[in-house]
């Protein structure tokens, strides 16, 4: 599956000036992972977003965004979707990245071999 290089793109660079973040493929794209954390993944059309259950929760209610589903494993909590309407403009982009930063820096760094 193809990713949107030009969301990937767009990505790097609000990323860019952020320590401890790593590219790795993933989910039939690339994610961006923050302490060994995944934050953010582009996929074919899409932004994958870790915001934690409730933030995540009410995500769902906003435009673009869908519940993160894994083949038999149903919906993760958590996670939510973004489709590429809801990430056309640098602000909406900064704006879900932020908030997934804002979670995931909650959680305690991963050593390497986890």
């Known amino acids: ?5 030009t969301l990937a793109r767009r990505t790097r660079v609000v990323l860019a000036r952020r320590k401890n973040v ?3 493929r ?11 954390h995944l934050l953010v ?16 929760q009410w995500a769902l209610s906003e435009p673009h965004a869908t519940a993160f589903e894994i083949t038999g ?15 056309g403009g640098d602000d909406e982009l900064n ?3 932020r908030r997934a930063v804002n979670f995931v820096t909650t959680l305690p760094a991963k050593r390497k071999d986890e």
Do not use: C, H, Q, Y
């Open 95 to 97: 704006d879900w990245i």
């Open 41 to 56: 993944a582009v996929r074919k059309d899409s932004l994958l977003v870790r915001l934690g259950p409730e933030e995540g």
């Open 22 to 24: 790593e590219e790795k």
């Open 26 to 36: 993933m989910f039939g794209g690339v994610g961006f992972l923050l302490n060994g």
């Open 1 to 5: 599956m193809a990713f949107s290089e």
């Open 73 to 87: 494993r149903g919906t993760m909590a958590g996670w939510v979707v973004v489709g590429i309407e809801g990430v």
